[in-house]
């Protein structure tokens, strides 16, 4: 066909047919499955969130005991893979490493390589990879430290064995504050699946080519790194903490936004969808109040965050351009009263992701999409003679 439509940033170009996540961005709802956000978040717990984003359904009692086994006996990681932590300097990006960790995961399983895998294969790499990725992220958190790994503790669920290996300091398990637990579940599940945004869509096209499933999600977690996507909630802290440091002048921070010559963006601001307040930003708000309170933390990067809200819900140029806090403008907030470094902050949108990422995966797979493939608009010289290097 001679013609082709541009639009680029596929500001409106649906990719897919999807029965996983329902966002409507001028209203602010987003449903996963056709659960809203906001009953998942007070109700449900992660490893529910991700069997009904992954089979379509929540689980029943016994579905769920038998999903978080499955999981449980593939947490360990081969002991090889041990050697990849070695070799990465201690101060490496910890989105570096586990892009390179989750890919190699299947180098480290070549019957994830195999062709035409059946269903029920496909099901054990899927439990494979989530039970794997939070002894993965763990383990990177260890590394920062230059402290011993934390092996996983299978009788303990997904989210407290997550926090054993990560704050644990020895083999045995400490109880963890059940208000730590609940907001790593709630961060977790907000995190979960956001329909075709930059790495779902990445995850989707890299799978498209028949690429195997963690070669496909860690394509997604270099898609996510960026800051105008995942990595905005690092961003964000960093951007608070400077304006701490620079007196806590909101109200000049915002006018650099506005301008025009100055590249500075207020991170974790404004949305490709959501042109109304960002449902997951509500919740998390109110997470944060609640936690910091209940850990008896005063948190001054939190009065300027909420300052900066105010002045910028309130400036025309917000306004009109309907630019509301997002997901990840207060969620670095709860990770840093929860005891993550800043640069774990993407890491951890990463591991609340995977659901979203394979449920992405498994229904491009099931509805047998065809290869991704975007044409172009040819813009380039026409056709000129090589020139010989002596002419040139
Ligand atoms: N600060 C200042 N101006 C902004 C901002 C911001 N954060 N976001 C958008 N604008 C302006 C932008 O300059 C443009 O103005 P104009 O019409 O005068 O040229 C207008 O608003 C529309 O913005 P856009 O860049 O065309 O919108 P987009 O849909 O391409 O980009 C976005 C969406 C999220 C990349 C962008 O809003 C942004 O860069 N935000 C800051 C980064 C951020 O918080 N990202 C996290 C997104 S949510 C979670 C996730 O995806 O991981």
Request: glycine letters at 8%; one cysteine or more; a neutral charge.
């Amino acid at each position: 066909s001679g013609y082709v439509t541009l639009d680029i940033g596929y500001k409106n170009t649906g990719a897919t047919k999807s029965a996983i996540t329902f966002l409507d961005g001028e209203k602010g709802i987003l449903k996963y499955r056709g659960y809203s956000i906001e009953q998942l978040a007070e109700q449900s717990t992660f490893i529910e969130v991700a069997y009904l984003l992954i089979y379509g359904e929540l689980p029943t009692a016994a579905q769920l005991k038998e999903f978080e086994h499955e999981i449980s006996i593939h947490t360990l990681v081969h002991e090889d893979m041990k050697k990849f932590f070695d070799g990465f300097p201690s101060n490496s990006h910890p989105m570096g490493q586990l892009s390179s960790v989750v890919g190699a995961l299947a180098a480290f399983n070549p019957a994830s390589l195999k062709q035409g895998l059946s269903p029920e294969e496909i099901n054990t790499e899927i439990i494979k990879l989530i039970a794997k990725m939070s002894t993965v992220v763990s383990w990177i958190y260890k590394k920062s430290l230059g402290h011993p790994v934390i092996y996983p503790q299978n009788k303990l669920d997904y989210v407290t064995n997550f926090l054993h290996m990560t704050f644990g300091q020895r083999t045995e398990v400490v109880d963890f504050d059940p208000v730590v637990v609940n907001a790593m579940n709630k961060l977790l599940i907000l995190h979960a699946d956001h329909e075709q945004n930059c790495s779902a869509s990445t995850v989707r096209i890299v799978g498209s080519s028949d690429a195997n499933i963690y070669a496909s999600i860690s394509a997604g977690i270099s898609a996510l790194w960026g800051p105008l996507h995942g990595g905005a909630n690092q961003a964000v802290i960093e951007m608070l903490e400077k304006i701490k440091l620079d007196g806590g002048d909101t109200e000049k921070w915002i006018a650099k936004a506005k301008d025009k010559k100055d590249p500075f963006r207020l991170m974790g601001f404004g949305h490709r969808v959501y042109k109304n307040f960002d449902p997951r930003a509500k919740i998390i708000k109110k997470a944060c109040d609640d936690i910091l309170e209940k850990l008896g933390i005063n948190n001054e990067v939190l009065d300027i965050a909420k300052k900066l809200e105010e002045v910028a819900l309130k400036d025309p140029y917000f306004v009109q351009r309907k630019l509301y806090p997002n997901v990840d403008f207060y969620s670095g907030i709860i990770y840093t009263a929860l005891g993550f470094p800043t640069d774990m902050f993407t890491v951890l949108f990463a591991l609340g992701r995977l659901p979203g990422w394979i449920a992405q995966w498994k229904e491009m797979k099931e509805n047998k999409e065809p290869i991704g493939r975007p044409r172009q608009i040819y813009v380039g010289v026409k056709s000129r003679d090589y020139v010989p290097m002596d002419k040139r």
